[in-house]
């Protein structure tokens, strides 16, 4: 295949085994800072996928929760194939992103709400499901030993 510009489309998605964490991408900044892109992937490529509620509803949570831990997260998006998540962290290296990872999850397994789940905060305030949310992010704790599992 043609290598392209975007690194996870010259990932074979066959290979992987989700769920797992990886570094997808490192750039060194011009002012030396590093910027690390996280690719946190929930469900088996063409096999599952999170539904959109589940999705946005984590992204909300992890959005908010993370940076109770560090001041270092830039971005946590999810992707359009609803698999799993882009996290852009400011120097954090794996094993403490996946430290921070593992605490935010546990603080959303403990949350009575999603923040700005509404409409005056939120572009579709009524696609959230907390439950969902939940579930998930519990299915991919419980796989915390298989993160650094990237193929099959």
Request: hydrophobic letters at 40%.
């Amino acid at each position: 295949m043609k290598k392209m510009n975007v690194e996870s489309f010259n990932l074979d998605h066959r290979s992987v085994a989700a769920p797992y964490v990886r570094i997808a991408d490192r750039k060194e900044l011009p002012g030396g800072d590093t910027l690390i892109k996280y690719d946190v992937r929930f469900s088996q490529p063409n096999e599952s996928h999170l539904e959109m509620p589940a999705i946005h509803s984590i992204e909300h949570l992890t959005a908010e929760h993370m940076r109770n831990h560090t001041e270092a997260l830039i971005d946590f998006s999810p992707m359009g194939c609803q698999t799993g998540f882009y996290a852009l962290m400011l120097g954090v290296e794996d094993a403490d992103f996946k430290d921070l990872l593992e605490a935010t999850f546990k603080d959303i397994l403990a949350a009575d709400e999603v923040p700005a789940a509404n409409e005056v905060q939120c572009g579709w305030g009524a696609n959230h499901s907390l439950e969902a949310a939940k579930s998930a992010v519990q299915d991919f704790l419980d796989e915390r030993a298989a993160w650094d599992v990237v193929t099959k």
